[in-house]
């Protein structure tokens, strides 16, 4: 069964300041992971998608790695603005099932003016 | 462009009342789609989720049921709320595709049982 879990749990940083969150999983046979932003009381957007034949991927000020082998995903984030404030989630898909992501339990990022 | 619409965004319902939250794609054809629940401190748990018209699977036992009557339409019910359903509920969509495609969300709808 796959479970993956992402450190830390909170991170509160400056403005300006570059960032990484950590994604881990147990089961490295996976199609893609994706990660995600959720503001409170909101449904998730997607930020990112990698495939599993990739190393990494990027948008504007965000950038996601993934090391299959070792089970680790990293979304970094440039320059953090007040606005980046949200939780973030990573989703494996695979790893027993074509069908369904794995979510990890997400990483509050707060990011001070 | 394609577009996810869920609704309704709130609703309180008292124990033993049933329950219907409607989703619907809009600009693709025969999507992959998904019912998640998150609960604070659990994350996101697959309720349902479904391949083509008719076809729902489920993932958890539990006082909930899906149906997808048209295509893009995908409908979780109850006919008789727990306090144990309390929750926010996310309805997805995935292009159908055997596992690459990206999941896009609703915007959630939030159910509070009395």
């Known amino acids: 069964k796959q479970e993956v879990t992402q450190i830390p749990a909170a991170l509160s940083v400056p403005e300006g300041e570059n960032l990484v969150l950590n994604c881990s999983f147990t089961?490295?046979?996976?199609?893609?992971l994706q990660w995600f932003r959720q503001d409170p009381g909101k449904g998730l957007t997607s930020l990112l998608l990698i495939q599993s034949s990739q190393r990494e991927q990027t948008s504007g000020r965000l950038n996601a790695s993934l090391d299959k082998s070792s089970g680790r995903s990293t979304l970094y984030i440039a320059a953090s603005q007040p606005g980046d404030s949200a939780t973030y989630l990573c989703?494996?898909?695979?790893?027993?099932?074509?069908?369904?992501?794995?979510f990890g339990k997400g990483t509050l990022l707060t990011v001070n003016p | 462009s394609q577009t996810i619409h869920q609704w309704p965004a709130t609703l309180v319902q008292p124990v033993g009342s049933p329950l219907s939250l409607e989703c619907t794609v809009e600009g693709t054809s025969n999507p992959n789609l998904y019912w998640y629940r998150q609960a604070a401190g659990r994350g996101l748990q697959l309720l349902f989720y479904?391949?083509?018209?008719?076809?729902i699977s489920s993932e958890v036992p539990q006082n909930l049921s899906a149906s997808r009557p048209q295509d893009r339409q995908f409908i979780l019910s109850s006919k008789k709320l727990l306090l144990s359903d309390s929750g926010f509920y996310l309805c997805?969509?995935?292009?159908?595709?055997?596992?690459?495609?990206?999941?896009?969300f609703g915007e959630g709808s939030r159910l509070t049982v009395l």
């Open positions: 479904s391949v083509g018209i008719g076809q």
């Open positions: 089961d490295s046979a996976i199609y893609n």
């Open positions: 989703a494996a898909r695979g790893g027993g099932s074509n069908y369904k992501l794995t």
């Open positions: 997805a969509w995935s292009v159908y595709s055997v596992g690459a495609g990206e999941l896009f």
